[in-house]
């Protein structure tokens, strides 16, 4: 149901299901029902007989990813309908638990850093844009740019990509060119919606027009979306040339470069997304018990749902259970500061795979 359905569609729409058939219509013959009807703000979809868990989805979209990829890598341009099929899948499971897919986003596979971060970074633009009351069309838009944004890189040499020292400046300016790489490539894409190669052409170009390509132009506000959710899947993450940053520091370190490098609005409404403590911190609770954030629910602040993982005696629990902190408790717990998850040897990622599988 879009924004603006009205009482006439939703009786046609009913019309339409309650008719009295000898044959039951198929998925398609239904939706050229609905379009005849006149009927705009209601969208009919087939849901799979056999749905698929969110890692499957997960790592259906970084397969999509890394198929992309090397399709360019070998010359040939990648089909569109693989990518849009995945998006869709994205977006579904990002409307039906945003919380769970932004669990996923904390899969940082070093080796494969490219694909995971290209799915991290559409996952957090859905949900932004879901966030922010975007309508279908353009949280598809937000899912395929975040999904091929950095698709250019395939025409940067690896080498340069994986360097663990400081770029020079000729090594630099190949890099600075994957955003107009990566545009090219997906407007030669059959059936790709325009405005994907705009949004992958714009997203480091910043809000003060300080980034690249040097190009003044008013940016498109998805543009300003991906821009956000890729610099902060960047910050958290392992990289070749820097230590993760914890979730509750990234966060900070936007909210300092916003009306800089990113648009103040879009990371107002990131951090009333995400929360004080964004899923996948690790905490510790004013009960000495030490768990991970799993949940977080628009306008709790800094009571967010915590997995617990470890007793006050920092012993790790056989059967880890959540709390809400939003919520009475027989044992009052508040946050009392975060904990790095590599001092408890901790793979975030892969707990919340599991919970996912």
């Known amino acids: 149901f879009e924004r603006g359905v009205t009482r006439d569609e939703l009786s046609s729409l009913l019309d339409i299901l309650t008719r009295e058939r000898e044959v039951e219509p198929l998925p398609e013959e239904l939706e050229k029902e609905v379009r005849s009807a006149g009927i705009k703000n209601i969208i009919l979809k087939s849901i799979p007989k056999d749905k698929k868990s969110f890692l499957e989805v997960y790592n259906d979209a970084v397969k999509a990813v890394k198929g992309a990829m090397n ?35 904390m899969i940082k596979n070093y080796d494969e850093y490219l694909y995971n971060h290209s799915v991290n970074v ?12 975007l309508d279908e069309k353009n949280l598809h838009v937000l899912g395929m740019a975040g999904l091929l944004h950095d698709i250019g890189k395939t025409g940067v040499a690896e080498d340069i990509i994986r360097k663990p020292g400081n770029l ?3 090594e630099w ?16 894409m059959e059936g790709m919606d325009g405005k994907v ?25 998805l543009s300003l979306i991906i821009s956000v959710a890729d610099a902060y899947d ?19 370190m936007l909210r300092d470069l916003a009306g ?5 609005k879009t990371v107002t409404a990131f951090q009333d997304m995400i929360g004080f403590y964004p899923v996948g911190t690790m905490v510790r609770l004013s009960t000495n018990e030490v768990g991970v954030v799993t949940g977080v629910s628009p306008g709790t602040g800094d009571q967010p749902v915590v997995k617990i993982l470890y007793n006050n005696e920092g012993r790790p629990l056989d059967e880890p259970f959540n ?3 939003s919520q009475k408790n027989p044992t009052p717990r508040i946050i009392v500061g975060t904990v790095d998850p590599l001092s408890k040897n901790m793979d975030l990622g892969e707990l919340f795979a599991k919970e996912a599988g």
């Open 173 to 188: 300016e190949k890099i600075k060119q994957h955003p107009v790489l990566g545009s090219e490539i997906t407007s030669r």
């Open 71 to 105: 399709e360019v890598r070998t010359g040939k341009i990648p089909k569109t309908s693989e990518v849009k099929s995945v998006v869709t899948h994205l977006t579904d499971m990002v409307l039906s638990d945003t919380n769970a897919m932004i669990g996923l986003a």
């Open 323 to 325: 709390v809400d902190l």
């Open 234 to 252: 960047a910050l958290t993450t392992l990289r070749v040339y820097q230590k993760p940053t914890p979730p509750v520091e990234a966060m900070r």
């Open 122 to 133: 559409s996952i957090f633009a859905i949900s932004l844009g879901r966030f922010m009351n």
């Open 197 to 221: 190669p705009t949004v992958i052409y714009e997203h480091h170009i910043r809000y003060d027009y300080s980034g690249y390509p040097k190009e003044k132009r008013r940016l498109d506000p």
């Open 168 to 170: 020079s400046s000729e």
């Open 260 to 264: 800089k490098h990113f648009d103040p």
